[in-house]
């Protein structure tokens, strides 16, 4: 009887770890996918800049013409 009892709380313990590990993952790649998402607004922010530095002083678009010429009706 001591012995199944020990298969069984072994076979529990390790549901528990692979629960936890299974989390630990999840935890991992939300993580990852945030970072992502931070890592590519900061390039975007990049990006506007330089185009801003590349135009100077040349007048800009307004939002609502490009809203127009896009079709965007938001």
């Given at each position: 009887?001591?012995?199944?009892?020990?298969?069984?709380?072994?076979?529990?313990?390790?549901?528990?770890?692979?629960?936890?590990?299974?989390?630990?993952?999840?935890?991992?790649?939300?993580?990852?996918?945030?970072?992502?998402?931070?890592?590519?607004?900061?390039?975007?922010?990049?990006?506007?800049?330089?185009a801003?530095?590349?135009?100077?002083?040349?007048?800009?678009?307004?939002?609502?013409?490009?809203?127009?010429?896009?079709?965007?009706?938001?």
């Amino acid at each position: 009887m001591g012995f199944m009892s020990n298969t069984i709380s072994a076979k529990s313990k390790s549901t528990a770890d692979w629960r936890q590990l299974n989390q630990q993952v999840a935890q991992a790649k939300a993580l990852m996918k945030r970072m992502r998402e931070t890592i590519e607004d900061i390039e975007d922010a990049r990006i506007i800049e330089q185009a801003k530095r590349a135009n100077g002083n040349k007048p800009r678009i307004p939002w609502s013409q490009v809203k127009k010429e896009f079709g965007f009706d938001f």
